[in-house]
């Protein structure tokens, strides 16, 4: 699951039209002092947005990370973004003793708050609300980091909320300015866990779910080659993808939320997931329910 489950929840997406990177680059271009950063930083993030998160940059200039992805540490932290259908659907598949494991390439930390067991999760980008050093892995309660962030970071989305300059966040353990959310920034290594699903969990699927992603972000793109011959690939999306990648799949087009709430409708699930999720869907899903049984009562 990926980026394209959470965009409903109101969370921008990273390569879309109206995506972080597209915008990153429009408000650079409108002025390159956004950011606390060199003449050459800004220069190669221009050129290669993706280079924002890349941990040489991070290396050279940590303060650059927690400016970008203020908007996210405070929303997640204030949870103003709920679940979607779409994040329900592997908790009702769960309940009907049939998930094998999630593979989310979200950060956002939905999938924390659906009710799903910790080890059914695997963060494979990391999770925005787990927080530790870079340096020497000492962990930070994620309360403290919002309040350091909030002291320490320039606000590139409202600057009269905040300070006037950006400074970095120091380990409490060993000093370094290297704290920050535990996410997979490029150029890093992936959680251990990623191993053991590729190997053990992917072969046993005899059913593997794509939703939400273009497919474009290695290794994690690599997961639906993994399972067996004999295993269904379905992939949900609102534009088809994965052809290069040379696996046979089928096509569900259309919005995340959208398409699982006809799956589950079709498997008779509905009343499960109303249940499950009673007030803490987002509205956009709850509308479309509401809409759905009007258009069909015994839905």
């Not at 408000?27 to 941990?55: H, N, R, S, W």
């Not at 300015?177 to 191993?195: H, I, Q, Y």
């Not at 080659?225 to 696996?247: C, H, I, Q």
Request: aromatic share 8%.
């Amino acid at each position: 699951m990926a980026e394209g489950i959470a965009t409903a929840s109101g969370i921008p997406d990273f390569r879309g039209p109206e995506g972080l990177y597209n915008t990153l680059k429009t408000q650079l271009a409108q002025d390159p002092g956004l950011l606390t950063a060199t003449p050459a930083q800004i220069k190669k993030i221009m050129e290669t947005p993706i280079y924002v998160f890349d941990c040489d940059l991070y290396r050279e200039n940590p303060v650059i990370y927690n400016e970008v992805r203020l908007a996210l540490i405070l929303g997640t932290f204030e949870r103003k973004w709920k679940p979607t259908i779409a994040h329900y659907f592997p908790v009702l598949l769960h309940m009907k003793g049939k998930l094998l494991q999630v593979v989310s390439m979200n950060i956002d930390g939905l999938l924390d708050r659906v009710g799903l067991p910790p080890d059914k999760i695997l963060d494979v980008h990391g999770n925005i609300t787990r927080v530790a050093c870079e340096s020497c892995g000492a962990e930070m309660d994620f309360a403290d980091f919002v309040n350091e962030v909030k002291e320490k970071t320039r606000n590139i989305y409202d600057p009269a909320d905040g300070p006037d300059k950006s400074t970095p966040i120091k380990c409490r353990r060993c000093g370094n300015a290297t704290v920050k959310p535990r996410t997979v920034l490029f150029g890093s290594n992936l959680p251990k866990e990623f191993d053991p699903v590729t190997k053990q969990v992917m072969p046993k699927a005899d059913l593997l779910f794509v939703a939400g992603t273009s497919l474009q972000v290695y290794p994690a793109n690599t997961l639906p080659g993994m399972t067996s011959k004999n295993a269904k690939r379905v992939v949900v999306n609102a534009v088809d993808v994965g052809e290069e990648l040379g696996f046979d799949y089928d096509f569900l087009e259309g919005k995340c939320e959208e398409v699982f709430l006809e799956l589950i409708i079709e498997l008779g699930w509905l009343s499960d997931l109303e249940e499950v999720s009673r007030g803490n869907l987002t509205e956009s899903s709850v509308e479309l329910i509401r809409e759905r049984k009007l258009a069909e009562p015994n839905a």
